[in-house]
């Protein structure tokens, strides 16, 4: 592969879905979230080739060297099947059983692909993984037992990507011991997150297919915005209880995926959504909006400047939280790299 055709500029909202929102040509506006100085417009026409994007976000270790095969598969296998859906979408035309499947798989891929989702997942594994992976050892270890004590032989599983998760299995057996300690490393980065994204496309998105989705409409004077986390999985109670944490496949859940300033991809999980094509009462596209605006990590997009933006997400004015988020981007490819090539330079991994 040669350095030309390398794809280090990791786009996790897709060029062709931002440009539904094109305000002029390959331009969109941005609301940005988190500014470093109160004198930062509110709104900024910004180059749709240069938001929602981070160098090298996707980028893998392999074989010892770099490789960009994620970005590419997300291009193959999502974005560019979709492209003449989102055409169809928005020109109203009829879609297939066909197409319907590649929105929903398109919409998978942009679920599990910001850094928004990195974050999360970060977080859940720090707090989860140790007891995981000490239940899963144990548990492998027992299992070993057992067929050694039978004669038994274990047959050999293997787990579709996981050379993506930069581990190391050790044992530890001091001399004239009959046991020792079985100890493991892993990191809990970049690896551990392609792998996830990996899993979830490939195994769990089919849960997606068994939902009945819709396309919905917002009032004519009304249009929507979206986000660079701009599917929401919502658990909604009433208008002051809701959250974010739906599951793909929980009933009750609604997904949204606003597909153009005039479309929005819909279900609830377990219900009969309303006809494609169905303009919302005002009251609920409005609080859609605000669902939108308040699920948005670091920018809101439109095709227009919106007066309502500013009131739905009110943005952060901090020149220390704006550097350091620079800051953890600009080193995050260093960083997985080095401990990555480390933990391979072990052996065992």
Known sequence: MTKTSFSKDNHYVSQGYLKRWSSSHEKVWT???????????????SSIEGVAKHLHLYTRIAAGGETDEMEKWFNQEFETPA?????????DERLTPTDWKCLVRFLAAQDVRTPARLAENLKYWHTTLPDLMDQTLQESVRKLELAKASGETLPQQKTPFVE???????TEIDPDQRFGKLKYEAIVGRGMWLFSIRHLLTQTACVLYRHKWTILSPPEDMRWITSDDPVIRLNFHSPVKYDFDGGWGSQGTEILLPLSPHHLLYTQIGSRPPRRGDRLPRDRAEMILRFIAEHAHRMIFAAERDAAVPKLRPRTVSADIFRD???????????????????MSKGNI
């Open 31 to 45: 609301y940005r979230v988190v500014v470093s100085h109160e004198q930062v417009p509110q709104w900024k026409e």
């Open 83 to 91: 492209e003449e859906v989102l055409r169809k979408v928005t020109s």
């Open 164 to 170: 993506y998760i930069p581990f190391r299995v050790m």
């Open 325 to 343: 988020e620079r800051m953890q981007w600009n080193r995050w490819h260093d960083e997985q790299t080095t401990a990555e090539r480390e933990l």
